[in-house]
């Protein structure tokens, strides 16, 4: 595999590329899905191929095979060059600057305990059939779905700088929804242990079995919840609400391609423009987002990107101010960065890498806080867990989301389930109104598995960890 990559390196070398990559990827994924009684899908599958990605006067190329011999990838190596001089006909305006990385000779691999690939699928389903015997015992619920995703890539990138970088990561996630009907509406209630890059263990340490009674409740109570008041709440929302929050409005704003508007396409620009960079205030002075793909077992954690960079962790926002974006070799001197911050991944061999969001979260509060205590703090708000629908602007400023499951808080306690939440703000006046996060004991690390962004798109995954935290006087009922 590697004399393939060096072969296709010195092929690029030979017609005229300054920079080339050569990236073997070999992944397989497994879904299992169960539907009530039954067994509704499985599917097992594996790729690979090789992509090889060249700058030649200026302009990128890209191209790749799922033929993994001498001959071919010679042929598409020089495809890929052939390709760049025809984009150069039309180049970037101010052409492409490509930062300076250092050499990188390593292999990273995501530590697990049990191969997911390993478990017998007769174990997957007996556990989902079982997970829904159990919502289905629950008067009132009518159906259950269930599933279970697991997906392995290796990865060996070598490119022109002299690097060399192999890495196998994992994605673990299994959960279930119970749907309670009524003669007038449908009520659905997730759980799930979360995706992680880990192995089958997750599976087994998560209470996907114990919590499956309370799930089907909670399906139940939703539809005799009251509807969601219209005006002004505090909103205490759960890590697995706020994962979604942070990634559509902090995680795809502040993308630094998008930022630059090279993303317009898919609904890709940014209010957190370049010329507000370290004076932007985003948030209240509690607010501080870090990047971190050193995190063990998030799911982009590769130990290095596709451009080779190696993995790191940075703020982005500092006490509620804006003090970076999430960066690739190509853009990160638009910002005056001599690095990158190596958020640059494809989601496969056949695709060329694009910025994608990295493991971003809220960091937990430091004065010591529970969850119970900051409701016992709240006198008039909701409290939310999971997501739902949402919608924002292509600038990232204007939102709507909904969520999985709401309660009501009345004089500091959490009373009746409620229905239909939705809440709207403008981003950083949402983010403003944040005032307190729980401590680090309450951190979790949720996770998207299917970030749509690119043309043609590509889907990445990405976690995002919080703590819960309570935002003030937030517009909520505005939907019905
Ligand atoms: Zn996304």
Known sequence: MKELCLRALDVARGKG??????????????????????????????????GVRVLC??????????????????????QAVEIARSAALAPAPGGIRWAAEPTH??????????????????????LLLAINAEVLKVKGVRKCHSGMNFRREWRLLANTDGSL????????????????VDDMTAKTRHFAAYPLSTGYEHVRETPLLAEAARVGEEAVAQLKGAPCPVGRKDLVLHPSHLCLTMHESIGHATEL????????????????TIDQLGTLRYGSPVMNVICDNTMPHGLASRGYDDDGVEAQRWPIIRDGVLVDYQTSREVCGAIGALRSRGSCRADSWASIPIIRQSNLGLAPGKEPLTLDELIADTKDGIYIEGTGSFSIDQKRYNFQFGGDCFWEIKNGR?????????????????WGSLDAVCDERFWVPYGVTNCGKGDPGQVAQMTHGSAPARFRQINVGGAR
């Open 165 to 180: 970088i192999e890495s196998e990561t994992y994605l673990t996630t299994a959960g279930y929804h119970a749907t309670a």
């Open 257 to 272: 391609d998008r930022v630059l508007g090279m993303e317009e396409s898919l609904a890709g620009s940014s209010f957190a």
């Open 57 to 78: 006067d200026g302009a990128w190329g890209f191209a790749a095979t799922a033929r993994l011999d001498r001959a071919e990838v010679e042929r598409v190596a020089a």
């Open 17 to 50: 590329a300054v920079y080339a990559d050569a990236r073997i990827v070999r992944s397989r994924r497994q879904d299992v899905s169960t539907e009530d009684e039954r067994v509704s899908g499985v599917g097992d599958s594996e790729s690979a191929g090789i």
């Open 105 to 126: 000779v390593g292999v990273f691999r995501t530590p697990i305990k049990v191969d997911p690939f390993s478990v017998p699928l007769e174990e997957k389903i007996q």
């Open 414 to 430: 959490k009373g009746a389930i409620l229905k239909d939440v939705t809440y709207q703000a403008i981003t950083p006046e949402f």
